[in-house]
Nanobody
């Protein structure tokens, strides 16, 4: 499985970005997909997840109401729409996949993308 994350950049507080994670290598119908982020000097933390089959989602409290995770089965791509961005959202964002239901902890994920950097200025 290969994951290619893109869409990061610099934005002012209150702005929006959409991250993409293109997946390849196998069928993802039974997979759980997630976004994590890691700010400088901090541990990698869960942001959002989606079950490929059925589309059920979960979010960290810090992003609920602002971020939306979705997937496009035709393109094998997972998206993270980020609105109302705050400086504390600044981090490298990683997409991850596991061959089962999504989980909140990094150690449960088998496949990782390379990360895309998001910088939010005040």
């Amino acid at each position: 499985v290969q994951l290619q994350a893109s869409g990061g950049g610099q934005v002012q507080a209150g702005g929006s970005l959409r991250l993409s994670c293109a997946a390849s290598g196998r069928t993802f119908r039974s997979y759980g997909m997630a976004w994590f982020r890691q700010a400088p000097g901090k541990e990698r933390e869960f942001v959002a997840s989606i079950r490929w089959s059925g589309g059920s989602t979960d979010y960290a409290d810090s992003v609920k109401g602002r971020f939306t995770i979705s997937r496009d089965g035709d393109k094998d791509t997972v998206y993270l729409q980020m609105n109302s961005l705050k400086p504390e959202d600044t981090a490298v964002y990683y997409c991850a996949a596991r061959a089962s239901s999504p989980r909140l902890r990094t150690e449960f994920y088998d496949f990782w993308g390379q990360g895309t950097e998001v910088t939010v200025s005040s």
